[in-house]
């Protein structure tokens, strides 16, 4: 249990502060170019998941991961798309859009 809560902890402070990092552009989203943080962020959230996911088979609440995993794949594409670039009005919004939107189906009790 103190494990699964360990890792539920950092997956939950690396998504805040990813969410954080996408805040912080809000002023000067088209002009900053980003760093590797959201990088190694998103791939600490990745593999957090994934341990998550596994310590908790077979009693998985697909219903939230299936979107969620959705939501991620939407961020990294997004994120690939503009790597080196400067985020167009859409890409960021859409990027806030699916981060607060990942939150609360984490929250949601299903």
Not at 94 to 100: D, G, K, M, P, S
Not at 107 to 110: E, L, P, S, T, W
């Given at each position: 249990?103190?494990?699964?809560?360990?890792?539920?902890?950092?997956?939950?402070?690396?998504?805040?502060?990813?969410?954080?990092?996408?805040?912080?552009?809000?002023?000067?989203y088209?002009?900053?170019?980003?760093?590797?943080?959201?990088?190694?962020?998103?791939?600490?959230?990745?593999?957090?998941?994934?341990?998550?996911?596994?310590?908790?088979?077979?009693?998985?609440?697909?219903?939230?991961?299936?979107?969620?995993?959705?939501?991620f794949?939407?961020?990294?594409?997004?994120?690939?798309?503009?790597?080196?670039?400067?985020?167009?009005?859409?890409?960021?919004y859409?990027?806030?859009?699916?981060?607060?939107?990942?939150?609360?189906?984490a929250?949601?009790?299903?």
């Open positions: 249990m103190l494990l699964f809560n360990v890792i539920l902890l950092t997956h939950f402070l690396c998504f805040a502060v990813y969410l954080c990092t996408l805040l912080a552009q809000w002023q000067d088209n002009t900053r170019v980003r760093g590797a943080l959201g990088l190694v962020l998103g791939i600490i959230l990745l593999l957090s998941g994934i341990a998550l996911v596994a310590l908790k088979y077979p009693h998985v609440n697909y219903y939230k991961v299936v979107p969620k995993t959705g939501l794949a939407v961020v990294t594409i997004i994120n690939i798309r503009f790597g080196g670039k400067v985020y167009t009005r859409g890409a960021y859409a990027l806030i859009a699916a981060t607060l939107l990942a939150a609360c189906i929250v949601v009790r299903v």
